[in-house]
Nanobody, 122 residues
Framework: GQLQACGGGLVQAGGSLRLSCAAS????????MGWFRQAPGKEREFVAA????????YSADSVKGRFTVSRDNAKNTLHLQMNSLKPEDTAVYHC????????????????WGQGTQVTVSS
């Protein structure tokens, strides 16, 4: 199975981007899906996650009110709508799949995509 993230790019502060993650090879709806990000020189950090049905989400305090995670199980696709972007949001964003809901820890995510670069200019 694979996870393929896309949708990154260069945007000015205050702008928006929508990331997508296409899943293949596994039953997408069996997995909790999450987004993580890694800025240069920093540890990879949790951004947001969504339950198998899409009915529940949770996110990092740093993105609450600005980022929204969603999924379309019929299309095996995960999304991250990012609004009011800040320069500190600059990072490579990765999608990941887990069997455990509620975790913000990388070790609880079993499958990872290769990441998409988001750069926010000031």
């Amino acid at each position: 199975g694979q996870l393929q993230a896309c949708g990154g790019g260069l945007v000015q502060a205050g702008g928006s981007l929508r990331l997508s993650c296409a899943a293949s090879g596994r039953t997408f709806s069996n997995y909790v899906m999450g987004w993580f990000r890694q800025a240069p020189g920093k540890e990879r950090e949790f951004v947001a996650a969504i339950s198998r049905s899409g009915g529940n989400t949770y996110s990092a305090d740093s993105v609450k009110g600005r980022f929204t995670v969603s999924r379309d199980n019929a299309k095996n696709t995960l999304h991250l709508q990012m609004n009011s972007l800040k320069p500190e949001d600059t990072a490579v964003y990765h999608c990941a799949a887990a069997t455990k809901y509620g975790s913000r820890l990388q070790k609880d995510y079993d499958y990872w995509g290769q990441g998409t670069q988001v750069t926010v200019s000031s």
